[in-house]
């Protein structure tokens, strides 16, 4: 069983970081007018610039992937918000429904040790630990108290 994340989803959320692109860029103009470059509303406008241009490339490149952002599989589960390998069924400890949006994955920490995370699941290991992951259920139709049975379910509908 396979899910993808919805690709107008991640074009509308593009579309929104280009957004605070162009506020950035105004916000840099407008204070590069008045009061030079040494400003700290010109320093503010580059540095959100730069991050929402960031976000923009990511959600555009989401966008584009063919592979599923969710892999149920008798062997195990696919979550490429954090991982490419398949994590095996007997090394899922819990899912539980975090913060009514997300999906809090718990592994065993000796296979969470040989993970190979991406850079967000870096990210997130040094404040809450290797063997927890959080999968974000926005845009792909299924919700989080639904996709915290199917992986109790091992997948299986």
């Not at 840099?28 to 470059?37: A, L, W």
Request: proline share 3%; charged share 15%.
């Amino acid at each position: 069983m396979k899910f993808y994340r919805s690709r107008s989803f991640s074009f509308w959320m593009a579309a929104g970081s280009a957004l605070f692109v162009a506020c950035s860029v105004w916000i840099i103009g407008k204070s590069y007018r008045s009061e030079g470059m040494g400003s700290f509303d010109f320093f503010m406008g580059v540095s959100g610039g730069a991050f929402f241009l960031l976000t923009a490339f990511f959600w555009l490149c989401a966008a584009m992937h063919e592979q599923p952002d969710l892999d149920f599989s008798p062997e195990g589960l696919i979550v490429l918000d954090f991982a490419t390998q398949r994590i095996p069924w007997g090394e899922i400890t819990g899912a539980a429904v975090y913060m009514e949006r997300m999906v809090r994955l718990e592994i065993q920490e000796a296979f969470a040790q040989k993970l190979n995370r991406t850079w967000v699941a870096k990210i997130q290991g040094l404040f809450y630990g290797k063997a927890i992951f959080f999968i974000a259920t926005s845009g792909m139709g299924l919700s989080p108290a639904k996709l915290v049975a199917l992986i109790k379910l091992r997948g299986a509908d």
